[in-house]
């Protein structure tokens, strides 16, 4: 099972997602989204990496991706995100039954919701919960159409540990999860994940594959 560190940044105490962004990279510890898991349809992968540290009370991401295809349609939380340019962060504590999927696209457009499995017992979260969802995006929050060409872009999320249902002071030793790449309705759709997966198609919906994420 594929491990990583969640390390403790003092700094990230007083950062919003947007200041965050150079705190996390400034940490110089990264881990890359390379896996092709399906290469035979979908050989695609972009170059994908993620920073991921944690403050007193949230859990920060950032994601880095240089990609030939760009894509951001969708400006309303809960919209399917996962057709333009997307990053995706799922997990879940080891003692539960159900996980979390976190989805952005470049713009920061987030899917968020509880679940079971892909379409069992999915519980959307409220406006209230996704407004706790701080994201700061290198694109800015405009929607575009696809553009072709060679295209640079980070995303910086900030996710209250309240959200993950986590006691801030009382940590839990480990999650596990699982972060992805893909953009479904692009035309260079791709499903690249940091821990593989192993279906015959793509589904990110699989909490059997999670890697470890050690506080």
Not at 87 to 98: A, L, Q, T
Not at 130 to 138: A, N, T, Y
Not at 164 to 187: R, S, V
Request: with cysteine; proline share 5%; charged share 25%.
């Amino acid at each position: 099972m594929k491990k990583l560190k969640i390390q403790y940044v003092e700094a990230l105490n007083k950062s919003d997602a947007q200041s965050a962004s150079d705190v996390l990279e400034n940490i110089k510890e990264f881990n890359a989204i390379d896996v092709v898991n399906w290469p035979t349809e979908y050989s695609y992968r972009p170059e994908s990496i993620f920073y991921i540290a944690r403050s007193s009370d949230s859990l920060f991401i950032k994601f880095k991706v240089t990609e030939t295809n760009l894509r951001a349609i969708y400006s309303t939380d809960q919209d399917p995100v996962y057709e333009d340019s997307c990053v995706e962060f799922f997990c879940k504590m080891p003692d539960r039954n159900s996980y979390m999927n976190f989805e952005f696209n470049c713009i920061g457009t987030c899917i968020a919701t509880t679940r079971k499995g892909r379409d069992i017992e999915v519980v959307p979260f409220s406006s209230g919960q996704l407004e706790k969802i701080q994201r700061f995006s290198s694109l800015g929050h405009q929607t575009f159409s696809q553009k072709e060409g060679f295209f640079n872009w980070e995303l910086t999320v900030k996710i209250p540990f309240i959200i993950l249902g986590i006691d801030p002071n009382n940590l839990p030793e480990k999650l596990l999860g699982n972060f992805y790449k893909c953009a479904d309705g692009t035309t260079s759709p791709h499903f690249v994940s940091w821990s593989s997966i192993s279906t015959e198609t793509p589904d990110f919906h699989r909490p059997e594959y999670f890697g470890k994420l050690n506080f």
